[in-house]
């Protein structure tokens, strides 16, 4: 193996140990060790008097790294003052590295304990603005004869708004902007702003806190004007790139991870292509990156992208495939469809839950017009049939709804072995899956996140590929089927106004026969 290859696969497979499962004080597990020995051998005084000494030293050094994380966190606590508060330019730079790094020197609790002092106390000071406020609200504005008035009069007059709107201005930014924007000019400061924002996050999971809150929504507003694409270069990552560019590649792929260094090399060779955006300011920290194949047709399964081996040669290719989110014809993107199990799931649910009410006859009447309002029978006659004939042998269920939430909600997803369960479920789950992609809306648009983001940039849904991730994620998230979008040239622009004006969604003649009636808002192509 070559040493980046060695680099990449040490700094990408070799992580800390957890901290849970590791005593903050190493010495302690000999203490103790001790202990017990001085406990099953009490003739031994000398032994358990070691013991008791050895105790002594470790709870002796557990107060001085208490006092060591105190003095830390305080150290960090003045630096970050410094940061806001400081006008020496020629010092700044040094306070601002002081600050960065003494930060990420500092434990999760303390992080939390600083980012809350952030918030709170570099807040806005609204004393200062209801007065403002009230100031502003108690001026006048020219009316009548005054408003005809010459126009070093008139402007003589709205001199008191012009001040005080500029005073409000300045009084509705909060403190702790001063550190952002000091933070984004400094070497390696806006990737730093970016690790703060992560904690931020972090924290707000577990505890939604309001101060914090309004931190994280004034940052991340920073972060959006500082990150602009028009800011972003765009990089075609390859095999000569830095092994920690590469190692972040392995890292940050979160559609389908990269299993081995082969995986990575094949990626990045013949007739596939990486692209990533970066920012000058974050070098060799790629904030976005795509993959691409470029294939003969446009793939059905993932497998062909990934384990196709060797790739065809280039000069034969006719399509340019996005698999982890064009060069010639056609552009299109084997696509996850990361929401539909989950709508899916719930679906099923609801509805057995329904049946189950009517079937036990409770509150009869009022659960017929419940009914008529809310059921609905998401399974075809032929389905249910085929599902409660395959519960016999697989899973119990009294409707074919429930034989289908059993099945799919099995741990070890045993239906994807079974040749007679894959063509029972293949119908519904094709099925509800296009009404997923095409039907299923929210405001108006695609209820799943990644149609809306192709549908809206000017793509057509083209196909629904069955099993075509059978990787765990894949199962979890859309029964392993995936959807190929179609970008074509000559629609792209009208495809993407369509779809922001109405909510049209353009797609294939032959994912249309999974959901008819067509709708509206849906518009065929052959």
Known sequence: MNKKGLAIL??????????????????????????????INQSNGSIARLAREEKNKIYS????????????????????????????????????????????????????????????????????????????????????????????????S?????????????????????????LNTHPGGLKFLSILRADILCILTEDNIASLRALDSYLKE???????????????ITWDDSASLLEKIVAYEAVHPISSLTDLKRRLGVGRRCFGYLHPAIPGEPLIFIEVALLKNVAQTIQEVLWNDPPIPECESTCALFYSISSTQTFATLSPIPGFMQWLLSKLASQ???????????????????????????????????????????????????????????????????????????????RLCARYLLQEKKRGKALDSVANFHLQNGAMVERLNWMADRSEKGLLQSGGIMVNYVYRLDDIEEYAQSYFSSGHIHTSSDLCCYVEPLKENETTKD
């Open 10 to 39: 040490m700094r990408t497979r070799m992580k800390p140990t957890n901290p849970s499962e590791r005593s903050l004080f190493p010495a302690a597990n000999e203490a103790n060790k001790l202990v017990s020995s001085s406990e």
């Open 61 to 156: 050094q557990k107060l001085n790294s208490s006092g060591n994380t105190y003095r830390e966190f305080k150290f960090v606590r003045e630096t970050m003052h410094s940061a806001i508060s400081m006008n020496k330019t020629e010092v700044l730079d040094d306070v601002l590295n002081n600050f960065s790094e003494g930060y990420s020197s500092l434990s999760h609790e303390n992080r939390q304990k600083l980012l809350l002092v952030l918030a709170k106390e570099y807040d806005l000071n609204r004393t200062q603005i209801r007065e403002l406020i009230k100031q502003y609200l108690g001026l006048e504005l020219p009316s009548g004869e005054k408003a005809q008035s010459s126009g070093t009069e008139e402007e003589g």
């Open 158 to 182: 709205l001199s008191a708004f012009y001040r005080t709107e500029r005073n409000l201005r300045h009084a509705l930014k909060p403190t702790y902007e001063v550190l952002f924007e000091r």
């Open 222 to 236: 920073k972060l959006i004007t500082w990150l602009s694409p028009a800011a972003l270069e765009l990089h075609h």
């Open 352 to 430: 057995s839950k329904l049946a189950e009410t009517e079937t036990r006859g409770m509150a009869h009447s009022s659960a017929e017009s419940f009914g008529s309002t809310f059921r609905e029978n998401i399974l075809e006659p032929e389905e249910e049939r085929a599902l409660l004939d395959s519960s016999v042998e697989f899973t119990a269920g009294a409707s074919g709804m429930e034989v289908m939430w059993n099945l799919l909600t099995d741990a070890d997803f045993e239906w994807i072995n079974s040749a007679r369960l894959l063509s029972v479920l293949k119908p519904p789950l094709m």
